[in-house]
């Protein structure tokens, strides 16, 4: 049984920094993710990392301000979230992939307020 567990979450003040993680036990495949969703809003796409050469993938609203990242040797994915904004405030949510489907497991989920 595959677990993914965040950790990381808190209040920040705009322009602050965050690092989210996310740690599975049991097997997990590429590609991992992390998805938010704010209050209101459909989940949305954040950021992904994939293949044995971990190329990534950002939503043109994070990039250049967010990074992800994976440590495969302790099995945890990271996101660095520098400049933080208001508009970032949500829930932060990994995910990761099966030998089935992209996107199987999916952790508990994170909350990130960013306060103005």
């Known amino acids: 049984q595959v677990q993914l567990v965040e950790s990381g979450g808190g209040v920040v003040q705009t322009g602050g920094s965050l690092r989210l993680s996310c740690a599975a036990s049991?097997?997990?495949?590429?590609?991992y993710a992390w998805f938010r969703q704010a209050p209101g809003k459909e989940r949305e796409f954040v950021a992904r990392?994939?293949?044995?050469?971990?190329?990534?993938v950002y939503a043109d609203s994070v990039k250049g301000r967010f990074t992800i990242s994976r440590d495969n040797a302790k099995n945890t994915l990271y996101l660095q979230m520098n400049s933080l904004k208001p508009e970032d405030t949500a829930v932060y949510y990994c995910?990761?992939?099966?030998?089935?489907?992209?996107?199987?497991?999916w952790g508990q989920g994170t909350q990130v307020t960013v306060s103005s």
């Open positions: 995910a990761a992939s099966s030998v089935r489907a992209a996107y199987d497991y």
């Open positions: 049991g097997r997990t495949f590429s590609p």
């Open positions: 990392i994939s293949g044995s050469s971990g190329s990534t």
